[in-house]
């Protein structure tokens, strides 16, 4: 297969389904899983989540058309984006669907008059930074999705709803991004579940704690210690019985599993340094150029060469910056070599750009057998909704 290409390997995503599956199964039964549309939604990934017996989590109208179109008839609707046909179908749909912005209420307001009961969750907005110094991902300016619990306007959105005939609470929307994932932001999340249950006497179907959970790293918290973690708080006042708790996993599941298989093309040596150039690019693995390490492995045609006292290795775009990462100590990479770049499934084909070259196959490795789930890209592709001048 020529390179680039992303590779999917099926044992270890179903390794990651299955240890999911036993610690909902263990610490609270009465779960659901909402796959996360955003950090990978390749149409064979959420196809597959669907048969898992896994509902759709999106973000935006984009997003849930696309879970419409692959089937999903059970759909957790979230974000601060959606437009109000599919949010009005999504509640008259009796899907789940998560508050997040003041128009969201204005619609259910505007709607009432047809009178059809409307379930909702809505998304709270607290403080996560005061109960984990410095692990929440907006540190000290905050998070900006939900509705905040400190300026009571939480407290107002509730009593809003409770005024538009037909509209009840049914349930919480928690998530927070973290810095850190560690075990303290989901008992944090669980506290303010609690919380909040005591303090507005809520009669909830279901607690969505969201995601943002390790997975595929033995040395890193697991779906056991989250689940066990959230259900010791949440029992002291929800019944495990008669109460959903919803988990929302996108990294954890299809990071894993997914390689990115790259080949050198060229060596450039300077008077400042010395290029390894390949066929990949960084904005394949690390689209926000933000990452300062990754998992990688190599796989060399000539063991015997001499050793290179350093290396960098660059990515195919005229970018400056597409470079990923330095080889010190190490014999000579040359063309032909492989750079395999390892647990990248998470926010790389959802994000990686157009730029000077379109997106790369994507492969699917089960028992031995390698299929093809995502054609290369070409200009065919790239211009089937394009009007190209001289042609209308």
Known sequence: MNTPYYLLHKELLDEGIEKLNQARKQYWPNSIVGYSFKTNSLPWV??????????????????????????????????????????????????????????????????????????????????????????????????????????????????????????KVTGIHLHCSSKTRSLNIYKAIAEMACRIRREYQLELSYVDAGGGYFGGLASKPQYADYLREMSEILKREFDPEHTILIVEPGTSLICPPIDYVTSVTDIKQTNRNYFVVTDGSRIHVDPLMAKKSYFYHLECQDETRPTAERQVISGFTCMENDRLFELKGYSALQEGDRIIYEKVGAYTMCLAPLFIGYYPPVYLEDQGKISCIREKWGVKEYTSQSVVEGNE
């Open 46 to 167: 959420v196809s597959y989540m669907k048969k898992q017996g896994y509902y759709a989590e999106v973000v935006s109208e984009d997003e849930y058309h696309l879970a419409e179109y692959l089937g999903y008839d059970q759909i957790i609707y979230n974000g601060p984006v959606k437009g109000q046909e599919s949010f009005l179908r999504a509640c008259r749909a009796g899907q789940i669907v998560n508050l997040d912005a003041e128009r969201e209420i204005r619609w259910l307001e505007e709607a009432a008059v047809d009178g059809k009961p409307i379930n909702v969750g809505v998304r709270v907005n607290f403080d996560l930074e005061s109960m984990c110094p410095g692990e929440a991902s907006g540190g000290e300016e905050g998070g900006r999705f939900g509705f905040s619990y400190e300026t009571g306007a939480f407290a107002e959105v509730l009593e809003r709803l409770g005024k538009i005939r037909g509209v």
